[in-house]
């Protein structure tokens, strides 16, 4: 197993009152698979990624949770407790690339700071080949004219593809993808995905794409996992999720998606797309019950009251979903 994550909460203190972000989300990943985190914006997606990291705000807590990376335990409540595996056990793209580019640094200083860190003894002419060479894995032209910008002198889909070079230097056990696509028009997000892709398949490690695109996990994914308000709804392979969803937030999810060949009509106006009513929980008071019910089509009276546990969907021992209804099944 890559990665194997335990009951992580997190907690955070606003003038408000606490926000409990997440609450008890566990994940595993093997090596050389990619596990899709999705769920709609608030549900806690890049709160687990930040917390893997030790990269979550000052005013965010870890109350419980633990991370077992590349055979090594990690007690998530202590601060920074990964955070010597950053740039080498792990690697992260953010949705914005330039929050893992120093603006004031060429593409080249950058991708040499990485191989430094990882073999402080090597010299500088070896680290300087194989950063031209990263980057012309990722498909980066003119890699050697590249070294020498600045990040602001490449477009968003090129400073993507650095991030990915840099990741691949890292060589990390867990890669973890926070909307890597989202600010890139439907082909660059079909290039970025194909290396992200290439990178797990060069270098083994197990991959956590978060995104809220149904469309991207059933195309690139393994497994998936839904989060909704902070808590994982419902986990299996892609394959049997998709063929039958087991919560009923998941399959709303589906339903929201608008296939590429549906038909339109010529009056904008008149074409109808799927939403799930309502609104998220407030983070600070979680309701009873089960935390989808305000929102579910086919709840009953017990879900008001019951917090469901994991229960088995169909005959897949790996495919588990938190709705009563799952019970008799």
Same mark, same amino acid.
């Given at each position: ?9 997190? @907690? ?7 926000? *409990?972000?997440?609450?008890g989300?566990?994940?595993d990943?093997q ?6 985190l ?7 997606k890049?709160?687990v990624?930040?917390a ?7 005013? #965010? ?8 990376? =590349?055979?090594?335990?990690? =007690? ?7 955070a ?5 056990? %792990?690697? %992260?793209?953010?949705?914005d ?6 603006p004031v640094?060429? $593409? +080249? ?7 430094? /860190?990882? #073999?402080?003894?090597?010299? /500088? ?13 990722v498909?980066l ?10 990040? *602001?002198?490449?477009?968003?889909g090129?400073?993507q ?5 840099? #990741?691949?230097?890292s060589?990390?056990a867990?890669l973890i ?18 290396? $992200?892709?290439?990178?797990?398949d ?11 695109s ?7 994914? @393994? ?5 909704y ?9 892609? /394959?049997?999720?998709q063929?039958?969803?087991? *919560?009923?937030y998941?399959? %709303?999810? !589906?339903?929201?998606?608008?296939p ?9 106006s008149?074409?109808r !797309?799927t939403? $799930?009513?309502? @609104?998220l &929980?407030d ?8 935390i !989808?019910?305000? /929102?579910?089509?086919?709840s ?6 019951i917090n &469901?546990?994991?229960? &088995?969907? +169909?005959?897949?021992?790996? *495919? ?10």
């Amino acid at each position: 197993m890559a990665i194997s994550l335990r009951n992580l909460s997190v @907690d955070y203190s606003l003038s408000q009152g606490t926000a *409990h972000a997440l609450r008890g989300v566990s994940l595993d990943i093997q090596k050389g698979e990619l596990l899709g985190l999705v769920g709609e914006s608030g549900s806690g997606k890049s709160t687990v990624a930040f917390a893997l990291m030790g990269l979550l705000a000052n005013n #965010a807590k870890v109350t419980s949770g633990t991370a077992t990376i =590349d055979g090594k335990s990690f =007690d998530l409540t202590k601060r920074n407790a990964t955070a010597a595996l950053r740039g080498r056990g %792990m690697a %992260m793209i953010f949705q914005d690339p330039m929050l893992s580019l120093n603006p004031v640094f060429t $593409i +080249g200083t950058q991708l040499c700071e990485v191989l430094r /860190r990882r #073999a402080p003894n090597g010299d /500088r002419k070896t680290r300087v080949a194989m950063a031209e060479d990263a980057l012309d894995k990722v498909k980066l032209s003119n890699p050697r004219r590249r070294m020498n910008q600045y990040p *602001h002198e490449l477009s968003g889909g090129m400073r993507q593809r650095v991030v990915i070079a840099m #990741a691949l230097l890292s060589e990390p056990a867990l890669l973890i993808a926070d909307e890597p696509t989202t600010a890139l028009d439907v082909t660059v997000e079909a290039q970025i995905m194909r290396e $992200i892709i290439s990178l797990r398949d060069r270098i083994g490690c197990a991959v956590l794409l978060i995104t809220h695109s149904l469309g991207l996990v059933t195309e690139y994914c @393994d497994k998936l996992s839904v989060l909704y308000a902070g808590e994982r709804l419902e986990s299996g392979t892609v /394959r049997e999720v998709q063929r039958q969803p087991g *919560h009923p937030y998941t399959r %709303m999810l !589906f339903d929201c998606e608008v296939p590429i060949d549906r038909e339109r009509h010529a009056d904008a106006s008149e074409n109808r !797309f799927t939403v $799930i009513s309502g @609104d998220l &929980p407030d983070p600070r008071r979680r309701p009873p019950g089960c935390i !989808f019910n305000g /929102r579910c089509d086919v709840s009953f009276d017990e879900c008001a009251t019951i917090n &469901p546990d994991d229960y &088995p969907v +169909g005959n897949d021992a790996g *495919h588990s979903a938190r709705c009563l209804r799952l019970r008799a099944s």
